[in-house]
């Protein structure tokens, strides 16, 4: 293995700075580079899945590598294996989808060259998060990736945005707050910031109560970044008032990478809590309360990217719920859904991103008929619709498929009932936005309607990609391929604490 | 290797879909393709079904799937369904808008059909089970705004049906669970079977057996979750109607609710299960027949029988004694055969008058003689009148009952009684529609000089149904121990029973015509000797208006929604309170505007909560040790 993975982060990063140098007033420049940079990515998150070996079982990937070399308590570690190259995948190909669609959608903003600085920044910091072995270098991607997003979500300046900014500002920073609180207490009891060593010494001297009191800030922090409830209220205001392509970084991979993807590391590879009944029962509960109270909220909704961002929570609730089952298959499920859920959000969002550039209104009460209009949004988004809604063939059927037999088998059948009712109700959610926005009679302005709304050129592919991965993932479950990708990262956070150290070397 | 009858079902299954895609992306302009395509595909598949039926009972592709004979009947019922639409189609949906997805969807009907008849696995069965919901929807959604809210309303559902079919399969995986489950990818592959025979005792057995049979009434239309068939059945294309909720999905309802009770669950006589399905199956017979009676508009009107028909299957498989279930599977093929050519009639009606509603139409007997004919001959079937396909399947079903209440017990009384009273209001029913259609006098609110016969795609189809509703009522012995009896296996005792000692059906008919002869002879004779005049009517010293002379058929049938105890129930209809979809909606919009008002914007409150969170988690993590 060689110094490949610094990429990830290395040029997002020189990129975005090199844009605010050098080509303020080009963003042709930036824009061809981001779609150069994340496709570089994204082949590259690609490669990875070829390392490691097969074991007979599974394949097990674990590579550590010393930055600057550095021995390790004193320099800091970046650690990959299945769940990292995992959730790479997800980051970096949502990426290049959403930055791809920008070059389109995005023409209608100035400065467009700070815009794409920041969206690299952002993935450097989720990039950063994902392959690093260090808890305070976690916290810094964390925030750049968070201070990134604020400024993203606010990038339009109307009083709507800069409003939901600012609530979105206010409640992160507190997380982040708590966040670094309980990096600080870790250290304190500990003496390392290196997670592996952290979860050496949590293994030899067991937890105590300040180590608990970390634990229940970082899962608060990282709660309010997955957007659970009671945490979520920013999200409702601050995904849907961001551009499209923001939203769908936002809903697609930002809430995953800093919330879950952080929460599962913490929780089951530094604490080592995949056995603690009151770990994983929390996640149940909060999960199951997420699922359903964001799926009814959904429901009430006529702004088509709020009903969406409700969609967010209750699909996080999924996930989180489904790991909270605590065994191996409800594992896959969650990781599974949460892949999948990453590509059809985008997706949407994507889409809700062509339909207010079409018609200038998100109300789904102002749309209607325009299925004739714009057959690829209207197609893609009716697959989005469907995966999302579980559906088969498409990738969300399956994954809830899953969510629903692990929780039966894990001796739930409550948590498998709360899935299906939120199934249900999800699928109500989006038959109403299929039926208002594409099926029912035109109610929007006849001029508008009789114009050329077809979705301009990138704009088309990138939906095109994702609706192509929504049916596509589903072969993620055919044996070979569930041993390649889902099997192994699942395995990666069963095997908790001990796997990890072992992972890193120690 | 695959094995050769394994080559047969991939390629029911696969060719379909992919000659689906291909009518899907040729365009437009060119002209007939898309029927060639789709009649080259539906041969195909008749060869494949006749090749998989003289197969022997075998499990295929590691036990993903089997074959056996009832499951190749029922696929190869379904192309015969498909095949007379697809005429049809040709002739009632030439030079219609999304010509190219009508047909794509329509293979992939078939497809995932085959997929669903054949597989022995859950995840096989959930996915093509799910898949046809899905064309399903879009099938009926292809008419756009008229059609976009009962499309919705179907796919919620069936859909939702569909996802507590999941959760059934997952407790049922769950009561027999294999011993060794290290690897979790194994539930993936060949050890989720289907047909275990799990006895239904405990209490999980019990809910997975209710969650199995509510996706089944689904499909199907069966109370409580009927209320999407009279929805598309009125505002989907006629074609549609007659294929989808008209008869496929009747059959993969009914042949899901068959295995359910027989291969995947074993049932003791006298469980409340059985009173649990006669009870959803009475109730639907009498509820919505009683429905039918105060509609106004044909197809809505055959959509609510197309409700009440499957009570009666429900009944007969609930009797679990081999009379009654072959009377509940033939009912599902007689309801299948009568009800597609009513709702394919009712198309040929609407086109030529431009309506669907009674109250304008009248007097369209002499203008429309073959739809007439085959309306008339269906009607009467689904009334059950001897000597139609629909007298034998309903007789087999009494007897069914019958031969329950000889094991002792009081309630079969009560069901016979339904499903008898039914057969009597479903009758009056048809009268209505009759009259009103073709008999009463013509309206003058449809320009009647236009009405003509429909092409002979259309009139062939139904004409073939129709008299197929005759043959398989004569010559009953035919299609009940050839197809139904051999399929179920049940064969020797159907015949062991001498069926046909109690109902002559050649005899019966002989007299019958002979009868309707008389009575035409006497008829006629009437007419030689009477005097008979026509003046206009004069009413009060003046002329009467023709127009309010006229005397629809539809309003006889309003006194009995004025009747006490039943004008309530109507009522209560009317504003949705047996409607699931209505009453669930309701619901989840009331919780949800009270948690939406939660959100009131304030960041302070915002922030509240998640300090509320942080508390409760350092609560759960504090105070454990």
Redesign the interface.
Known sequence: MSNLPVLFVILPLGFGFLYILLARRRPFVSEMGSVAVTLTLFMLSLILIGAGYFDG?QVIRSFNLNMGGWALPMGINIYLDSLTVLMLIIVNMISFTVILYSVNYMKKYSSRSYFYALILFMLAGMNGILLTGDLFNLYVFLELASVSSYILVSFGVEAEELEAA??YL??GA??SA?ILLGVIIIYLVSGTLNIAYAAQFIQEYGMN?AL??A???L??GF??KAALI??H??L??AHPSAPAPISAMLSGVVIKVLGVYALLRVGFNLFDLGNDP??LN?LLVVGGISLI?GV??A???WDIKRLFAYHSISQMGYVVMAIGLGT??GM?AGLFHLFNHAVFKSLLFLNSGALETATGTRSLKKMG?L?RKMPVTAVTSMIGS?SI?????FNG?WS???I??A???AGQ?FY??LA?IG???T??SF??V??YAF???CRLDKKIYESDLTAPIFMRVSMLILAVFCIFLSFL?L?GI??LIL?PA?LDLLQGAAGYIGGVGL | MLSGIEYFLLISIILPFFTGLLVLVIPTEIKFLREIIASVTLVALFIMAGLLGIAPEQQLFSGFFSSDGLASFIFFFILFFGAINLIYAFGSEAGKSRLNEFYAYFLWTLGAAAGVVFSANMIAFLSFWGFLGLTLYMMIGLDGEAASGPAKKTILIVGGADALLILGFALLFLLNLPEQLADTTQIFSGNMGLWIEQPVTGPYAVLAFILLTMAAFSKAGAMPLHTWVPAASSDARPVTAAFLPGSLDKLLGIYFLYRICTKIFVMPEDSWMVTYLMVIGAVTIIGAVMMALVQHRIRRLLGYHAVSQVGYMILGIATLTPIGMAGGLFHMLNNAIYKSCLFLCAGNVETATGTDELDKLGGLGKFMPLTFLSMLIASAAISGVPPLNGFVSKWLIYRGLIQVGESGGLSWIVWLTAAMFGSALTLASFIKIIHSIFWSTPSCRIPLEKVKEQSYFRTIPVLILAGICLVFGIAYIYPLFLYVGSAIGELPRLVGMELYRDWHAGGATVLLVIALLIGLFVYWISGLFSRLRRVPTWVGGSQHDPERAYFPGTEFYRTIQRLPVISSLYGYQSRGFFDIYELGSRFSVGVASYFSNLHSGVLSTYVTWALVGLVVYLFVFLGIW
């Not at chain 1, 809604?389 to 063939?393: E, F, L, N, T």
Request: overall charge positive.
């Open positions: 079982q600012f609530k206010v409640m507190i997380a708590l109560r608990y009191f634990f229940s800030l899962l608060m709660s309010l009671p945490f209220a920013w409702p205001d009151y770990f929390l109270i009814l909220l429901l009430y909704q191996g298959l896959v008929g299925a469907l809604s579980g559906i088969p063939p059927f809830k498929l899953m629903i037999f929780a039966v088998l059948p498998a009932l299906v199934s249900v109700l699928l109500a038959m109403k299929q039926r099926w029912d009679k479950i044996p569930y041993r099997s699942s």
